[in-house]
């Protein structure tokens, strides 16, 4: 498959709303913990934000390996 920039754009637009997202949930947890709140599915949430967060970053690396080795 070719991708464009404009691919490497929108993974690399992708990977930094994983990353907030990731960040929300943790505050979201601690604050659950301050308060004594289960935190099960928060953790639960945040594990898999994190894999979407990885698999996203892995897709952006290809992304721009492509572009390279296009030019």
Known sequence: ???SPKD???ARRQVTI???MICAQQSL???MLTR???DG???ERLVKLTE???KHCFHQDLIQASI???R
């Open 18 to 20: 994983d990353r907030q």
């Open 1 to 3: 498959m070719t991708y």
């Open 29 to 31: 947890i601690d604050g």
């Open 68 to 70: 390279r080795l296009e």
């Open 52 to 54: 979407d967060l990885r």
């Open 8 to 10: 490497l754009e929108l």
């Open 41 to 43: 599915l928060a953790n």
């Open 36 to 38: 004594g709140e289960p």
